[in-house]
């Protein structure tokens, strides 16, 4: 049974961290050598190239992007977990463009960082196969449906809201031309009415004045008939 550890390189500037994670990961069963900055740890990895790196991506001098690349250049082999502050996400993306195997927002403890290298290590994600047919959905009522497009069958709210208000003025005018009629036969029988009456009337004045007429030549008779006698 070998008795060889994994060895890691733990890169970051702030101290407190650095010891504090790489207790966790001797703890674990690591050996782990520590580094303060890019030539720290490039001197590190020239005299013996670890198999793991944990990289802090802001570091004073040159950057975690820089030491990505050196760390790689020195042993294309080395999976690295770059750690990033937030606000550095896009600087993290581009530590990964250049090979590195994963990256963490800080901060993040030693069972996280093993995790991201466990994810970096995986297989791609098979791509879902374009030949599956896809489910055939039931077409809603009132529509008709051809291939993947559906056309519905039903007029569009628009042109309902237009055939609706059409609907409506000419409802309204209908309304109002039998108001009109209605108001024209009013008037006539009115005017029927008052015509009726006027020759009532006259009629009767007429009545009147024959009869006066009568009575005062009935007088006149009888007064000639006195003086005679």
Request: with cysteine; charged share 25%.
């Amino acid at each position: 049974m070998s008795d060889t550890k994994p060895s890691m390189l733990l890169c970051d500037d702030d101290e407190v961290f650095r010891t504090r994670t790489a207790r966790a990961f001797i703890e674990r069963g690591f050996e782990v050598t520590t580094a303060h900055d890019f030539d720290s740890a490039v001197a590190v990895a020239r005299g013996e190239s670890p198999e793991l790196a944990v990289v802090d991506l802001k570091m004073p001098g040159h950057s975690g992007l820089e030491l990505v690349k050196a760390l790689l250049e020195i042993d294309p082999q080395t999976k690295i977990v770059v750690l990033t502050g937030y606000g550095s996400i896009a600087t993290a993306i581009d530590a990964v463009r250049l090979g590195a195997t994963y990256y963490l927002a800080k901060p993040a403890d030693a069972d996280e960082i093993l995790a991201a290298f466990a994810r970096g290590q995986a297989p791609p994600l098979e791509p879902p196969d374009s030949t599956t047919a896809r489910p055939a959905w039931p077409a809603p009522s009132g529509s008709t449906s051809t291939g993947c497009c559906r056309t519905a069958a039903a007029t569009s709210p628009r042109r309902r809201a237009g055939s609706a208000s059409t609907a409506g003025r000419s409802s309204a005018s209908s309304r109002s031309t039998r108001r009109t009629a209605e108001v024209q036969r009013v008037g006539r029988r009115r005017a029927g009415g008052h015509s009726r009456q006027a020759t009532a009337a006259v009629a009767m004045s007429a009545s009147i004045a024959r009869s006066a007429a009568s009575t005062g030549t009935t007088t006149a008779r009888s007064t000639s008939i006195r003086q005679s006698r």
